[in-house]
């Protein structure tokens, strides 16, 4: 996703924020959806957390925003010190995964899209320029689907999973807080939250594509050399 698609979704979610926040019906709505859940749980907790975090991985294999809908619901649940703990163990439990189907099947499918030039160049750029830094600059940027990319590249399965970590840790907190703002009904706080969250992205996306250029740069700087002798 592009920068400015982060920018796009961020505005999105603001908007239904916003209608949520203005509108006592979705209030109510959902005030009686947390009601039931918490119901449930009460009798079923270690299931309905369980429930959480497969949903939690299976977003972080499809798309992070798809989880978005849950969060609220687990900070009504468990607060949000242990929705976001949960929330955390989903996605790097997903993230995993994703690497282990990359890493297994990926390359045979992605040669089917991409050209095979394209795919040496990606595997170069892995292999020679995707330092630990770089690997989280681009967990932190980039959709959470790019763990299938680190496990078709085959890059360092620690790295990765430690680049996961740290980097989802940032973003977990702060969209349970996000979420937590929601369900108490503070606009100002939520806004806050979600900027932050926004900022945080695109400021490690701008880093990665500075790296990225500067190594498209020397590559082409190098090409020239050896043309040249």
Partial sequence: MHWRGYIIVTLIIAA????????????????????????????????????????????????????????????SLWEWEVATVLLLLG????????????????????RRFIHEEKIKRYEKYFSERMTFPAALLVRLSLPAEIGYAFGVMRYRFSFYFLATVIAEIPVAIVA???????????????????????????????FFRLKKSRYKNCARVSSHVTISR
């Fill in 16 to 75: 239904l924020a916003g209608l949520f926040f203005v509108s006592p019906f979705l209030q109510d709505i959902f005030f009686l959806i947390t009601r039931d859940v918490n119901n449930f749980a009460s009798g079923n907790m270690g299931i309905t957390m369980a429930f959480f975090v497969i949903l939690a991985a299976i977003s972080a294999m499809v798309s992070p925003f798809s989880s978005v809908p849950t969060v609220p619901i687990a900070v």
């Fill in 91 to 110: 996605w790097i439990i997903g993230g995993g995964i994703a690497y282990a189907i990359g890493y297994a099947a990926g390359n045979p499918i992605l």
């Fill in 176 to 206: 349970v807080r996000a979420a937590d703002a929601l369900v108490t009904l503070n606009p100002f706080a939520f806004l806050g939250w979600l900027l932050a969250l926004l900022a945080l992205i695109c400021v490690s996306y701008f």
